[in-house]
Nanobody
Framework: QVQVVESGGGLVQAGGSLRLSCAAS????????MGWYRQTPGKAREFVAG????????FYADPVKGRFTISRDRTQNMIYLTMKNLKPENAALYYC?????????????????????WGLGTQVTVSS
């Protein structure tokens, strides 16, 4: 059974930085693509960033490009989301996700209805 557990959320001032962590476990987890989503009350979950199983390929949602960085440590089965220059609109519940090896894995990872494993989320609050 694959599990992902987020940590690192909290309160930060606008313009500040925060790093989220996600610990992954389960058989074959190193071969899973992983990523981050976020959700605010009343809205659908929104893709934020994704990383390939090897960690060589990353991709981002347009609103976070240039400010957020996703990274992966395969030796520790961890992924991270470093967020810089945070804005009040970045406040959300951030979820870590994992998806098993597939062809065109990137199409699955960026589709909330198709991603297989989800964490419980970590809250990010940005004060103005």
């Amino acid at each position: 059974q694959v599990q992902v557990v987020e940590s690192g959320g909290g309160l930060v001032q606008a313009g500040g930085s925060l790093r989220l962590s996600c610990a992954a476990s389960g058989r074959g987890i190193r071969d899973y693509a992983m990523g981050w989503y976020r959700q605010t009350p009343g809205k659908a979950r929104e893709f934020v960033a994704g990383v390939s199983a090897v960690g060589a390929t990353t991709f981002y949602a347009d609103p976070v490009k240039g400010r957020f960085t996703i990274s992966r440590d395969r030796t520790q089965n961890m992924i991270y989301l470093t967020m810089k220059n945070l804005k009040p609109e970045n406040a959300a519940l951030y979820y870590c996700v994992a998806d098993p090896p597939r062809r065109e894995w990137w199409t699955y990872l960026r589709d909330a209805s198709r991603v297989q494993y989800w964490g419980l989320g970590t809250q990010v609050t940005v004060s103005s």
